[in-house]
């Protein structure tokens, strides 16, 4: 049924209809809306068998999490940013135990300085964790792909990670169809743990594992990463039949037919890429652009196979590696490894800075001209960073380089609220 | 019949062998039918008391929960000598996960249960006690606050032992580490405020706190069962002597426990909702320096330059013990439970 909801409530309720068992809530944002609402189904009854425990932390509540799935209960929470590294070590220890536990990240910059707006700071973070991890275009896309993850992690016994741009789509009222509670019981079978704690056949798990073994375990979860890019688009074509929608699958292409210049992205940016490709189409520019949705596994092949084609690809995102630059430009790059075309990074959005389709226009038509540098970052204010870097040379005590900062867009400001005046 | 003829040991410590003792008052461990939850072969040093401990308990708790029992592990000596890839010596559904989250783990064993209604399977977290009053009391607290049904139990050997004897907030004053090295004008670890879990846990008016040591084993499975008759938080906090990082001999494991009990260093006590409900009296005061002096993390207060002032801070410690808890007096009052039954 179509309804203009929020974000996080299309989230709740069709995690609800996903009938977890065990739901862990520790509140940080932007994912706070989702727990609210899960609790409150949970304490009005219509969510039910389910436990919604409030715990002390995420660290916590990614144990929790972990010990519900290990005792053979369907296991959900939700966090963003700081939340995420908090929890960082049960999350890797999740992955390492082979427990299918969904998650939702709201994505959110990570501090310092302390930041609540939206970038993909924090799913980077956890790249390497094991975690299957899965970014949503829209609110549509972020409900149905909740479906899809519990299928998927139940199947790999691998936890999935759900992503959704914090407030952009978090905290976005859309129009959503949300999915029937039959069509969701038929999609996703009971959940039947391939490992449990079971008085009855006792098992010890989680045990030191040596040199002698600790390779081939390691390996075992790379090669269900590897099966998860078998299922994942066979899941989302299972649930296109069922529903009639494209949600989900690897990666998604956007008029890159005969596209000399395709950018690439993750999540909810797609939009405002999507509306400025078809700007420059109208000005006859060959663009396209590709959406990965499946950022672990990374999807080499379809990838390359996405771009085949391309002269040139732009990679926008997010988040960066500091010190080295962008972290999907670099899975890109190796997955176009010997490929005939250039390839160029730009960082955009970070700490929820608007990504406008007018940058993106102007950015496309550089990209076209053969004029950007390898790691571009969108829109960045270079005098206000020179007047800083001139404060570092000029004083030892310069003082905070953020708060120097504020204060000095506060004096731009006024002087040009001065001048207009 | 499943008891066996039990030899009697007489060691001059009011112990009692289970041969005095009618069928259903001998400890668990006198049964032929025990569980072995954590078998034999494990590869704890000699004289560990964290395995003896943790034997005891464990059997305790699954006799009293009819063999439904799940256990928790932090990550610690008890997690390492115990399961050495591709070796465990858990008869019982055992989980591991990180250092500091055993309680929060356990919560969501429980709560897994609950929602499948399971309620007759039980579960037990265990953990050392840096995983319990260092970096696990975060998850511990917020445990108790929510009052889960889990037996939390800490098997307190007072220090890091399991990564090479370094200091956690349980290491006694004066006590030589390896990051409290004898040297300086205060050797050893400072007399700090100390961080009683037992007193914080009893702060949250859990229902029942208690604490034990493995020189009285009727008594550490005498809580065990008392705790497994009750739902909600539970907490049990257990001395258990480490030869290796007190330097103490390996057959002294015993001895050194039931010192710190008879000195008044380490009060033996149940607690029910936040207030105290039975002492163990002491039986034989004895002076710290008897409990000290054999212990080599001890050796810097004794010897050719003694450091009698220190010794008698710790004393003034077993002192304050004795006064707050009432541990003089007639032993009669509060620890005949198991001889009159």
Known sequence: ?421 | MTSQPVRFYQVGSFAVGNRLLDDDARTVQSDSNRTNSIDSGHRACQGCGEALGARYALDAAMRASQGQLVAVNATGCLEVFSTPYPETSWRIPWLHSLFGNAPAVATGVAAAMRVKGRTDVRVVAQAGDGGTVDIGFGCLSGMFERNDDVLFICYDNEGYMNTGVQRSAATPPAARTATTDVVGPEPGNVFGQGKNLPRIAMAHDIPYVATATVADLHDLEQKVERAMEIRGARYLHVLVPCPLGWGSASNDTIHVARLAKETGLFPVFEAENGVVTAVSKIRHLAPVEDYLSIQRRYAHLFGKHPRTDIVARIQAIADQNIARYGLLGDESEDETKWVEA
Request: contains cysteine; aromatic residues 6%; glycine residues 8%.
């Open chain 1, 1 to 421: 049924m179509l309804r203009q909801i929020e974000g996080s409530r299309a989230v709740a309720e069709t995690v609800a209809l996903c009938r977890p068992e065990v739901v862990c809530a520790y509140p940080i944002s932007p994912q706070t809306h989702i727990i609210e609402a899960i609790g409150a189904m949970v304490k009005a009854g219509t969510l039910a068998p389910c436990e919604f425990i409030n715990v002390e932390s995420e660290f916590a509540a990614m144990s929790v999490s972990i010990g519900a799935s290990a005792a053979g209960a369907r296991s959900y929470t939700a966090t963003a940013s700081q939340g995420l590294l908090f929890m960082i070590e049960a999350v890797y220890n999740a992955a390492g135990l082979g427990l299918p536990i969904v998650m939702t990240l709201a994505n959110r910059a990570i501090g310092a300085p302390i930041n609540i707006w939206n970038d993909h700071s924090d799913a980077m973070a956890v790249r390497d964790s094991g975690w299957i991890q899965l970014f949503a275009e829209t609110n549509q896309e972020a409900a149905d792909l909740h479906v899809q993850a519990f299928r998927l992690a139940e199947e790999l016994s691998v936890p999935v990670m759900v992503c959704m741009d914090g407030f952009i789509l978090t905290h976005a009222v859309e129009g959503v169809d949300m999915l029937d509670q039959s069509v969701v019981d038929a999609f996703l079978p009971r959940y039947e743990p391939r490992q449990v704690l079971d008085p009855d056949d006792p098992v010890s798990i989680g045990a030191m594992v040596g040199p002698e073994a600790f390779e081939e375990v390691r390996y075992l979860a790379h090669l269900r990463q590897l099966d998860a890019l078998e299922r994942i688009p066979s899941i989302a074509a299972e649930f296109a039949e069922v529903t009639g929608r494209q949600s989900g699958g690897l990666v998604r292409s956007y008029r890159t037919e005969d596209a000399e210049t395709v950018v690439v992205a993750l999540g909810s940016v797609l939009g405002t890429i999507k509306d400025a490709v078809d700007l420059r189409r109208d000005a006859g520019e060959r663009v396209g652009v590709v959406g990965i949705t499946s950022f672990r596994p990374f999807p080499g092949e379809a990838v390359r196979d996405a771009l085949a084609g391309a002269r040139r690809v732009v990679v926008i995102e997010k988040a960066f590696s500091v010190g080295f630059g962008g972290v999907l430009s670099a899975d890109v790059a190796l997955a176009m490894d010997g490929a005939d075309c250039t390839l160029r990074s730009v960082i955009a959005g970070l700490g929820g800075r608007a990504i406008t389709r007018r940058s993106l226009e102007e950015l496309l038509g550089d990209a076209a001209r053969d004029q950007l540098e390898p790691l571009t970052f969108l829109d960045l204010d270079h005098g206000a960073v020179d007047r800083e870097r001139a404060r570092m040379t000029s004083t030892r005590r310069s003082g905070p380089s953020a708060e120097n900062l504020l204060r000095d867009l506060g004096t731009e400001r006024s002087i040009q609220m001065k001048d207009r005046s």
